[in-house]
């Protein structure tokens, strides 16, 4: 890790540039997000699963996969948007990541990113 504020290439693929991405599905009542990111130059497919989304923005189909953690400009965003109240903010806002793709067409805030190589079940 970079340092605590900022992480790129956090799944540390040795070309996120040859992937294409884009989102699969939402599940609004469970507040998940799965992201397909697909290499144009091999077969491998590869699902990204953000859990407990309070945030996106973006493009639903984009190209890269160089995903990198902004935890500074976090709490802005909440703050600036009210997606939770000031009381949850001080007990859970350091829970909350929030991940880029380097060429910013896609942002989500979430507990967190997780890279499968498999597509995951999750209930709808």
Same mark, same amino acid.
């Given at each position: 890790?970079?340092?605590?504020?900022?992480?790129?290439?956090?799944?540390?693929?040795? /070309? @996120?540039?040859?992937?294409?991405?884009?989102?699969?599905? /939402?599940?609004?009542?469970?507040?998940?997000?799965?992201?397909? #990111?697909?290499?144009?130059?091999?077969?491998?497919?590869? /699902?990204?699963?953000? @859990?407990?989304?309070?945030?996106?923005?973006? #493009?639903?189909?984009?190209?890269? #996969?160089?995903?990198?953690?902004?935890?500074?400009?976090?709490?802005?965003?909440?703050?600036?948007?009210?997606?939770?109240?000031?009381?949850?903010?001080?007990?859970?806002?350091?829970? /909350?990541?929030?991940?880029?793709?380097?060429?910013?067409?896609?942002?989500?805030?979430?507990?967190?990113?997780?890279?499968?190589?498999?597509? @995951?079940?999750?209930?709808?």
């Amino acid at each position: 890790m970079e340092n605590d504020k900022l992480s790129k290439n956090i799944f540390s693929l040795k /070309y @996120p540039e040859r992937f294409s991405c884009n989102v699969e599905y /939402y599940v609004e009542g469970h507040s998940v997000l799965l992201v397909r #990111a697909r290499d144009n130059f091999s077969d491998e497919t590869l /699902y990204i699963i953000f @859990p407990w989304v309070i945030y996106i923005s973006g #493009a639903l189909r984009w190209n890269g #996969a160089n995903f990198s953690r902004e935890d500074e400009k976090c709490l802005e965003v909440i703050r600036r948007f009210q997606l939770i109240d000031e009381l949850s903010i001080n007990n859970l806002g350091h829970l /909350y990541h929030m991940y880029m793709v380097d060429t910013g067409s896609f942002t989500v805030i979430s507990w967190e990113a997780t890279l499968k190589t498999e597509k @995951p079940f999750i209930e709808k």
